[in-house]
């Protein structure tokens, strides 16, 4: 059995403070699992939508910001072994308010945190959302964002 999909995108939207830089976190509620996620902006494709502009209305729609650049990180397959669903992720700078247009059916509030928090966050286990997961990495991997590094004291211990 194998879900069919259409492609996301998610966006790591990046706030420039001056003394430092904040990400722009959503806190989304998830029906599939029934609580409240800490996640990057991220939304499905409309059919032959360019993924450069269901990024820019997935930002605007959920966040309230626009950008004056988008830049791809990567691409990946989400759940390769019950979907096709490939999702595009993005780094949004030069970023401007505008105000939230929220669908009718969307749950959720605007958190920007310093990179320090949102590393924490990570490493105490609180972001669990994989999209937000992986471009957050690829971000860091690239020098986009400073990576914070890992906190072994605080990361889940792993068999091995």
Not at 30 to 52: F, M, Q, S, Y
Not at 127 to 147: C, E, F, Q, Y
Request: aromatic share 4%; hydrophobic share 40%; proline share 6%.
């Amino acid at each position: 059995e194998i879900v069919r999909h259409p492609g996301a995108v998610v966006i790591l939207p990046v706030l420039d403070r001056g003394n430092g830089i904040e990400i722009v976190l959503i806190r989304n509620f998830r029906i599939a699992i029934n609580d409240w996620c800490i996640e990057l902006p991220a939304g499905t494709r409309d059919r032959d939508e360019p993924v450069e502009a269901c990024a820019a209305r997935e930002l605007e729609e959920e966040t309230g910001y626009t950008a004056a650049t988008l830049r791809p990180l990567c691409r990946f397959h989400t759940t390769p072994g019950l979907t096709d669903e490939l999702m595009h992720a993005f780094i949004a700078t030069g970023l401007t308010h505008v105000g939230q247009r929220l669908e009718a059916d969307e749950r959720l509030t605007v958190h920007p945190a310093s990179i320090e928090e949102v590393w924490k966050l990570v490493d105490r286990g609180e972001i669990t959302d994989g999209k937000t997961l992986v471009a957050l990495m690829a971000a860091a991997r690239n020098g986009l964002i400073p990576s914070g590094g890992i906190n072994h004291q605080q990361a889940p211990h792993r068999p091995g």
